[in-house]
């Protein structure tokens, strides 16, 4: 296939502990669930640990609290749907089936997940801020799957792998946005930030969940596509569809901009002082390693006439007032 080269880009991941709290108020009124992630193979007769399945194991807070209280130890629920305890833990690939069909930008790929390595090493689960869902990270070496699963029945809603490059696929965590419209999904061993777009209904239901490859932000250098994104598709173990698709194209990455200040800089005075403000278009050479500058939108204000001062730098007297302090792209 045709190998693209991913844009480059200086980039910082911060990844945070999450800390789980129940307030007293909560745990009698609505009740809370515990959801263990469990990286330990689900199959038997397996080369090595962590690399074919795993177990999702689920407790409802009455058992917890039961137990608490020098009662009955809590038993895990099902992922049937009905949540009866001791009908857990669950196998991860009973939750995704693995008759799922492979699909990527184009269509099926004639593969389904049975057929498929890496999908293995449950490695985190986290809930949506409208804490209806919960994002299931599989962390088996070059495996790279995402799903989404129903908080409620426990059933699938979709299921993906992350872009493979020549450097390797993996998905390390993922991280819901704010207001839950996207899952931010960090492929460790790809060195790709990547994201799914998610579209709800007006209860916060995921009606639509989208693969955005036009969102994905390469940090490493010569870095090329070896295996573009897949969605899973098919019906779920309760028989119910997944959702999924795969929309825009990678970058190719072939220029990169930046802010080139002006001659009266409004910040960090002497340090950041330029003489030609703009926006620079470098080109990248040899994989992102390197570039040259191939042109300069030029940026102008004569309008503003603040006091000037540049303490250590150079005594301009010109009018020159443009400080153009940042620059991006947004794709249309």
């Not at 009455?62 to 669950?90: R, T, Y």
Request: glycine content about 14%; some cysteine; hydrophobic content about 35%.
């Amino acid at each position: 296939m045709k190998h693209c080269k991913f844009k480059t880009q200086a980039a910082a991941l911060a990844i945070l502990a999450s800390m789980f709290t129940v307030s007293s108020t909560e745990a009698e009124s609505n009740g809370y669930e515990i959801w263990g992630s469990d990286q330990s193979n689900s199959v038997a007769n397996v080369d090595g640990r962590g690399v074919s399945g795993s177990w999702l194991w689920v407790w409802d807070s009455k058992d917890v609290e039961v137990q608490l209280k020098g009662g009955q130890a809590a038993k895990p629920l099902g992922c049937n749907g009905k949540n009866i305890p001791g009908e857990g833990p669950c196998n991860l690939y009973d939750v995704f089936p693995s008759t799922l069909v492979e699909n990527d930008s184009n269509g099926p790929t004639g593969k389904n997940l049975s057929e498929l390595p890496g999908f293995g090493r449950l490695h985190g689960m986290l809930p949506d801020p409208q804490n209806l869902y919960m994002n299931v990270n599989i962390f088996a070496p070059d495996g790279g799957y995402i799903g989404i699963i129903d908080g409620e029945t426990k059933e699938a809603v979709a299921l993906f792998r992350v872009t493979g490059t020549n450097i390797g696929r993996s998905v390390h965590m993922s991280f819901w946005s704010s207001d839950g419209s996207a899952l931010l999904v960090a492929n460790l061993h790809g060195k790709v930030l990547e994201r799914i777009d998610l579209e709800r209904n007006k209860n916060g239901q995921i009606i639509s969940a989208t693969f955005n490859k036009s969102a994905s932000l390469g940090v490493g250098k010569e870095m090329t596509i070896t295996d573009e994104a897949k969605v899973y598709l098919g019906t779920n173990s309760q028989g119910n569809p997944m959702l999924g698709n795969i929309s825009g194209s990678y970058d190719e990455g072939k220029y990169l901009v930046a802010a080139l200040r002006g001659p009266i800089p409004v910040s960090v005075a002497h340090a950041a002082q330029g003489s030609c403000p703009g926006v620079g278009i470098i080109e990248l050479l040899d994989g992102g390693a390197s570039g040259r500058l191939v042109g300069v939108l030029r940026t102008t204000n004569i309008v503003d006439n603040s006091p000037m001062s540049a303490p250590g730098g150079h005594e301009y007297t010109g009018s020159e007032y443009s400080d153009i302090h940042g620059a991006s792209v947004r794709q249309k």
